[in-house]
């Protein structure tokens, strides 16, 4: 009875926990997003070049602290179940190159070189899914290989795993098609700093307060990341090496819709 009450305690106090961050998010974004749109109304105006320089350091300030505001937002939705993936058509080969366009930008300014390893014939174009949460994912993942690596190359493989068919008279199937299920597959090797990113994520996920920043970090970024693709049912695999760098995969399932020959 003792345990079982315990055990109810901390559910109650980690729902509470939650409904504050989601609570606090929402109270922030109200105003950031004001700064954010205000900020960029400024940049028509005829600006000397000090008043640029100020104006790009606001705007991306502004940028990044509501990036972790919406972060804390999602973790706090996570926790609570209150995520559901939206199911729909889109250009996948648009979005990877938009995601990549960006962090090539980012990995440019430090000399890094971002290398996409894949063939864009052997891609679908269009597939549906949750484009947000997917390009969520990869831009989380980018983000953490850009921020720790200060040399060398971060190397993003991209390929697609056939995993089934499913017959025409499914639920969510239209006549005179089938869906056809599949998996892209990403991996993302860097050779940036060696942090253990298998224990940076368990620390994280037990509330070890006395990990590094690097590590918290890489912790926070990984379970947004596991949580959301373990929702659109693939999973995700980390793993470093000293010296060498580190190495993440993560498997993402896709429906392709498919004319049938009569």
């Known amino acids: 009875m003792e345990k079982e009450i315990q055990i109810k305690a901390i559910e109650i106090a980690n729902n509470a926990k939650s409904q504050?961050?989601?609570?606090?998010?929402?109270?922030?974004?109200?105003?950031?997003?004001?700064?954010?749109?205000?900020?960029?109304?400024?940049?028509?105006n005829n600006l000397n070049a000090?008043?640029?320089?100020?104006?790009?350091?606001i705007s991306n300030a502004?940028?990044?602290?509501?990036?972790?505001?919406?972060?804390i937002l999602n973790v706090a939705k996570l926790e609570t179940k209150k995520i559901n993936l939206i199911n729909r058509t889109f250009d996948l080969l648009e979005l990877l190159e938009s995601t990549i366009d960006i962090f090539e930008e980012k990995a440019g300014t430090k000399n890094i070189e971002l290398i996409l390893n894949?063939?864009?014939?052997?891609l679908p174009k269009y597939v549906k899914s949750d484009p947000e949460r997917l390009k969520q994912v990869l831009s989380h993942l980018l983000s953490n290989s850009v921020k720790f690596t200060n040399e060398g190359e971060i190397v993003l493989t991209i390929s697609m795993q056939?995993?089934?068919?499913?017959?025409?008279?499914?639920?969510?199937?239209?006549?005179?098609?089938?869906?056809?299920?599949?998996?892209v597959f990403f991996e993302l090797c860097d050779t940036g700093i060696s942090i253990d990113i298998q224990?940076?994520?368990?620390?994280?996920?037990?509330?070890?307060?006395?990990?590094?920043k690097e590590q918290y970090d890489a912790g926070f970024v990984l379970s947004i990341c596991k949580d959301l693709?373990?929702?659109?049912g693939g999973e995700i695999k980390a793993e470093s090496q000293v010296g060498k760098g580190n190495k993440l995969s993560f498997t993402w399932n896709v429906e392709l819709l498919l004319s049938m020959t009569h």
């Not at 894949?118 to 052997?122: L, P, T």
């Not at 940076?200 to 037990?206: D, K, T």
């Not at 693709?229 to 659109?232: D, Q, R």
């Open 20 to 44: 504050i961050l989601a609570n606090t998010s929402h109270e922030l974004r109200t105003p950031l997003g004001a700064i954010v749109g205000i900020t960029s109304s400024f940049e028509s």
């Open 50 to 57: 000090g008043q640029r320089d100020m104006l790009k350091i």
């Open 62 to 71: 502004s940028d990044i602290v509501l990036s972790i505001v919406n972060d």
């Open 118 to 122: 894949c063939e864009a014939d052997m």
């Open 162 to 183: 056939q995993r089934e068919f499913i017959d025409e008279t499914e639920e969510n199937s239209t006549y005179g098609q089938m869906i056809k299920k599949e998996i």
């Open 199 to 212: 224990r940076a994520w368990e620390s994280f996920s037990q509330g070890d307060i006395s990990i590094t």
């Open 229 to 232: 693709i373990e929702l659109n």
